[in-house]
Nanobody
Framework: QERFVESGGGLVQPGGSLRLSCAAS????????MAWYRQAPGKQRELVAI???????YYADSVKGRFTISRDNAKNTVYLQMNSLQPEDTAVYYC?????????WGQGTQVTVSS
């Protein structure tokens, strides 16, 4: 069964940057629209960014201009470059297909923005 494995999270100061990675064990990610989602404490999981199989991208208003989603088809990996991080970006970040497949949720990677 497919699982996505997220990595690259950590603790960063406001204004800092992180790059998250999403790897798949079975699926060929380039064939699908892939997305990053996040869930902050006490809140519902929300969509952050999408990249289609053709390379088009979509961003939530809250991250537009600060985050960039990309993919490396040779590495079968999807990335999320996060710049100008703010405390409100603190959350567990997940990748999944777009729309998401329930059984494919991984463990996520924790991003904490704090001084």
């Amino acid at each position: 069964q497919e699982r996505f494995v997220e990595s690259g999270g950590g603790l960063v100061q406001p204004g800092g940057s992180l790059r998250l990675s999403c790897a798949a064990s079975g699926s060929i990610l380039s064939l699908y629209a892939m997305a990053w989602y996040r869930q902050a404490p006490g809140k519902q999981r929300e969509l952050v960014a999408i990249i289609t199989s053709g390379g088009s991208t979509y961003y939530a208003d809250s991250v537009k201009g600060r985050f960039t989603i990309s993919r490396d088809n040779a590495k079968n990996t999807v990335y999320l470059q996060m710049n100008s991080l703010q405390p409100e970006d603190t959350a567990v970040y997940y990748c999944n297909k777009s729309p998401p497949v329930h059984d494919y949720w991984g463990q996520g990677t924790q991003v904490t923005v704090s001084s």
